[in-house]
């Protein structure tokens, strides 16, 4: 399998991301980078069980065209509190400038405190394709048909 080249993706620090580290890979064959939390520091959020917030990360990214940035959920942060993001993944396309926020809830059964430059979601970027619509008025026939949810098997 070969690699493939990075693609560049300019990233705006915004005021409030001041004094944070910017996102990185956390090892050589990461596929996303996670992201912190840009809060007042005397201003932690605190998600009760249920309870979901946008919580600013304090960037902002122009990404190229073919390209878009997956906002998904740290699997750590699941795991061991119930923390998820409320779409996942969460779509920021090419031509979006606007500041990254993750719409982080708590799935857990105790209240979770989201503290400035914690790591609450990761940043996948992810190459697009664009498809090309065509109304039919049948389509072809496979062995599977119309068969749904469950009908592949458990």
Known sequence: MSE????TVRIKALPHFEGLDLPRYQTPGSAGMDLPAA????????LQPGEWQLIPVGLAIALPNGYEAQIRPRSGLAAKFGISCVNTPGTVDADYRGELRVNL?????????VRRGERIAQMIIAPVT?????????LD??????GGFGSTGV
């Open 141 to 146: 026939e496979t062995s599977r048909g119309e």
């Open 105 to 113: 809830i708590n799935h857990g059964r105790e209240r979770f405190i």
């Open 4 to 7: 493939s080249s990075p693609v």
């Open 130 to 138: 664009q498809a090309r619509l065509e109304a039919v008025e049948t």
């Open 39 to 46: 809060i007042p520091e005397d201003e932690p959020v605190v």
